[in-house]
């Protein structure tokens, strides 16, 4: 089946500091990968997705990029920003209509003056 | 603007009375689906529409149910709240399951 492993939280860093968030999946066939961010009391937004190898997704300074190779989706940021903290989901979608998604473990990001 | 909303944010029950929460949305998704989230967890798929058609997961206790009278609405009934079901409730639409968006979810306590 579809799994999703991410690194273990929380990761804490200083202002400005480079981020990455290691993230590997198990997959049949060509899924769909996506990072979500959950801000404290809030749901789900998606960040941002790619829908095939070697597709970069980025949204607000976040980039990740589909590596069908080595089966990874890892997130990065060049220079985080205190409200960039919240918990971020890795998370897979296979092929298909409705077919649901496969979520990692989740990442919680402290960022700090 | 368009957008999937949750209604109550907040909702408190007792042990055992029976709660609905509820979901609507504007952007006309074909797909509807309700997720539980735990404390520090991910979310778990309870079920999903599609359309009219309802998808059950096979881990779903039978206590949780779900009604979908028309594209717009969606709701999650929990017929005997137990200290288990104590969760962050989600729902999420999609346009023919490609990609899901999320509503602000219902924060459930039990007492």
């Known amino acids: 089946g579809n799994s999703v492993t991410q690194m273990e939280g929380p990761v804490t860093l200083s202002e400005e500091a480079f981020l990455t968030i290691n993230c590997t999946y198990t997959?049949?066939?060509?899924?769909?990968l996506f990072w979500y961010v959950q801000y404290p009391g809030e749901g789900l937004q998606l960040l941002l997705k790619?829908?095939?190898?070697?597709d970069k997704g980025s949204n607000k300074g976040f980039e990740a990029t589909y590596r069908k190779e080595t089966t990874s989706f890892h997130l990065e940021k060049g220079s985080v920003q205190v409200s960039d903290s919240a918990v971020y989901f890795c998370?897979?979608?296979?092929?298909?209509?409705?077919?649901?998604?496969?979520f990692g473990t989740g990442t919680r990001l402290q960022v700090t003056l | 603007d368009a957008m999937v909303i949750q209604n109550p944010r907040y909702q408190v029950t007792q042990f055992g009375k029976p709660v609905t929460l509820s979901c609507s949305q504007t952007?006309?998704?074909?797909?509807m689906y309700w997720y539980q989230q735990k404390s520090s967890q991910a979310p778990k798929l309870l079920f999903h529409?599609?359309?009219?058609?309802?998808?059950n997961e096979a881990d779903t206790p039978d206590n949780f149910q779900s009604r979908r009278p028309n594209t717009s609405f969606c709701f999650l009934d929990i017929r005997s709240p137990g200290l288990g079901d104590a969760a962050m409730y989600l729902c999420?639409?999609?346009?023919?399951?490609?990609?899901?968006?999320f509503g602000p979810g219902t924060r459930l306590t039990v007492l």
């Open positions: 529409y599609y359309d009219k058609d309802f998808n």
């Open positions: 999420a639409t999609s346009p023919r399951g490609v990609e899901q968006f």
């Open positions: 997959a049949t066939g060509y899924p769909s």
């Open positions: 790619a829908t095939k190898a070697d």
């Open positions: 952007l006309n998704h074909n797909v």
């Open positions: 998370a897979l979608q296979g092929p298909g209509t409705a077919s649901k998604l496969t």
